[in-house]
């Protein structure tokens, strides 16, 4: 199991449970969760599973990436991407670029 998979079965198992513990070990102390609208540190994240809810959200998630890149447009810069699977097959695959 690759480590992207390892952290969203501890994020699932926390939500179901309402139990942060494991999810605090995959993060940095520096750890940020940046969304569009808000920015949480780690023990506001850790918080956030501990409140538990829904974690269905990612039960499809079947691929998590992050690399480096550039493109020809000049754009340096980190891209973040996740694919989600039903029945064995793709059906959505997203990109974020960051900074």
Known sequence: M???T????A?????A??????VGEFLTDDFLM???VTTRPKQG???????GGNPAIIE????VGYNTTSDTTGYNGKVLWCGRK????????????LG
Do not use: H, M, T, W
């Open 86 to 97: 039903r029945d064995g097959r793709f059906y959505d695959f997203r990109l974020a670029r």
């Open 6 to 9: 390892e952290f969203l079965q």
């Open 45 to 51: 994240f850790l918080g956030l599973v501990a409140e």
């Open 17 to 22: 449970n309402k139990n942060s513990s494991s």
């Open 34 to 36: 940046i969304s569009p």
């Open 60 to 63: 499809d998630v079947a691929v």
């Open 11 to 15: 994020c699932k198992e926390g939500f």
């Open 2 to 4: 690759s480590l992207a």
